[in-house]
């Protein structure tokens, strides 16, 4: 109908067909089936907000159960964006996005929201070279922390190094985000690409992560 809020098949996709699909139980795929998203199907061109947000409160529960709220949605924001740029338009994206870097970004990320569902307005302003500040009418989640790991994660895909996402004036609806990072020095840049030193004639064997 007319003046619904509505989220569009795309975001589904991007969080749940992608990010999230090898995470979901029998048990999270029923409930999400019961509230609307049959993922054995082919997805509906939209959903309506309020069933979105029902799903996001059923991956939170199922995938980070045990995890503060909103920290779990925080992590579902992350694994949005991951799953948004693992598909081919946001494979393309991805790559314009890393020459941009993250100021110029952000500053365009009203593109994507408008391309996630129709309800979103959304107003960025420059704060400085490593910050801006996101407004949003409808954030979209019970909880601010979901949009704010959607621009953490966005910020640090670009390029951003340290990012800081913190939302206020959240009433409900409505939320202002600050998103801040720091930017890859030269010097960080030259020592990536740099081998690393060879022991007694050859190159030292790789090290697994801590």
């Known amino acids: 109908m007319t003046g619904d809020k509505l989220v569009y098949a795309g975001t589904v996709e991007a969080l749940f067909l992608r990010a999230l699909e090898n995470r979901l139980t029998p048990a999270c795929r029923q409930r999400l089936a019961d509230a609307g998203l049959d993922l054995e199907q082919k997805l509906s061109p ?27 949605y925080y992590s579902l924001g992350e694994r949005f964006i991951d799953g948004y740029f693992s598909t081919l338009f946001g494979r393309a994206l991805l790559g314009m996005a890393r020459l941009m870097g993250p100021r110029r970004t952000l500053t365009q990320a009203r593109l994507c929201f408008r391309t996630s569902a129709n309800c979103s307005e959304v107003r960025i302003v420059e704060r400085g070279p490593t910050e801006v500040e996101v407004w949003l009418t409808d954030i979209g989640a019970d ?49 990536a690409l740099v081998p690393p030193p060879s022991v007694g004639g050859r190159a030292p064997e790789s090290q697994p992560p801590a």
């Not at 309506?48 to 029902?54: C, E, G, R, V």
């Not at 030269?186 to 020592?191: G, Y």
């Open 143 to 191: 909880l601010p922390t979901f949009v704010a790991g959607v621009l953490a994660r966005t910020a640090e895909l670009t390029g951003g190094q340290r990012v800081v996402a913190l939302p206020e004036g959240f009433d409900g609806q409505s939320a202002t985000y600050h998103v801040r990072w720091s930017e890859q020095t030269d010097t960080a840049v030259e020592a």
């Open 46 to 72: 939209t959903y309506t907000l309020d069933q979105w947000k029902q799903f996001l409160r059923i991956a939170a529960d199922h995938v980070y159960a045990g995890m503060p709220a909103e920290a779990a």
